[in-house]
């Protein structure tokens, strides 16, 4: 069943474990996150960048998610718009039936950043749909932003911001950033700032840029012909540490890009005389979904449905 942002992280925040967010962007990536949480029966968080909108179509991925929710009635389901930036597409997705949108403003000045947040959580509660802000600047680059330093979440200014503008969470940076060449030199995640967030603010907090770009899948993929040397992810241990500390929503992307990648590589190649794409699809498909279901153990939200 359909619900919001808040109806699945409150829980969470109170029973100390963190949500999974999967970025979707087809079918297949789809039809894997739902049965690894039908398989761990966990609730789940599906995000759409402004990059899978206009790849996908905005119907064609309300409809696909209706079918998921329809065919999986018991898992808790939150359809969650990603670092939205614009009224525009916040608006098209509140209106197409979107239960949570993320509007990113932390490219902006911090009073910009506020005055956007505050007005956009209005006229989405009034609708019945989650807010996510962001304070400080996670790192790395998507499709719809250049790469960016990372500017660590200041925490006074964080309980300022959930104060001021009423999200019902708030992605902060503390060392993380999205893609698949994450610490460059030796960062770490900066727990000991996450601690005296956890302390200020009583809000879900969110980690993005979390995948742990997993060695044997950067090895296969490499294998078959990939060039993704130096890409590194953040360990399992330092997830763990951040869900303890206060981390409530988890985004991942990277890995599943990743898993999609490696298999169809190693697909390709092992088989050079199949063309079918369900073949070629439905292995990838497999190979995602084990890497959900690790991931939705490894965030506590397994077994919680
Ligand atoms: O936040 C970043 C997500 O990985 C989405 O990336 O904008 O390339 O779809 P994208
Ligand atoms: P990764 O690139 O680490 O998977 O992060 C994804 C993300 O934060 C989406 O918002
Ligand atoms: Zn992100």
Redesign the pocket.
Known sequence: MYKKLSEVLLPAAENNYAVG?F?INNMEILQAIMQAAQAQKSPVIL?T?EGAIKYAGIHFLKKIVDAAVENYPDIPVVLHL??GRTMSLIQACIKNGWTSI?YDGSNLSYEQNAKNTREIAQLAHEKGVSVEGELGT?G?A?DNVNAREIVYTEPEIAAKFVKQTQVDALAIAIG?????Y?FAGKQQLDTGRLKVINELITTPLV?????A?PKEIIEKAKKYGAQLEGAE??PEEQITRAIKNGINKI???????LTFTATIREFLSNNPKEFDPRKILGVAREQMQKVAEHRMQLFGSAGKI
């Open positions: 967010h970025n995000g960048s990603d670092h993320m996670i790395g998507e993380t950033s999205h893609g698949a994450k980690l993005h840029g979390a995948s770009v992810g953040v985004n991942t992307d990277t890995d599943i890009r």
